[in-house]
């Protein structure tokens, strides 16, 4: 079993820096795949960025070249580190754990990007 908190969220003007952090409890946070999800009003929950339990990231085309998502195995932890906002931007972000058909989800955090 683990557990998913997210934080770092908030209000920020456009062009503005934020990171989100994923702290996961329970054993093997390592073999796990890390993925951060997005959810705007009235739209789908979409795929921003993963990264597999060896480290390589991927992007979303969306905010690739402006999103770094990074990982410390040795303090459970899956940041996401998020330049140069948009107001797109703007929704509600997940953390997810993956290992074959298990997955955990965290309650997700706000993130609003506005002038």
């Known amino acids: 079993q683990v557990q998913l908190v997210e934080s770092g969220g908030g209000l920020v003007q456009p062009g503005e820096s934020l990171t989100l952090s994923c702290a996961a409890s329970?054993?093997?946070?390592?073999?796990?795949?890390i993925g951060w999800y997005r959810q705007a009003p009235g739209k789908q929950r979409e795929l921003v960025a993963t990264i597999s339990s060896g480290g390589s990231p991927n992007y979303s085309d969306s905010v690739k070249g402006r999103f770094t998502i990074s990982r410390d195995n040795a303090k459970n932890t899956a940041d996401l580190q998020m330049n140069s906002l948009k107001p797109e931007d703007t929704a509600v972000y997940y953390c997810?754990?993956?290992?074959?058909?298990?997955?955990?989800w965290g309650q997700g955090t706000q993130v609003t990007v506005s002038s």
């Open positions: 329970g054993s093997s946070f390592r073999v796990y795949a």
């Open positions: 997810n754990a993956r290992w074959f058909l298990t997955e955990y």
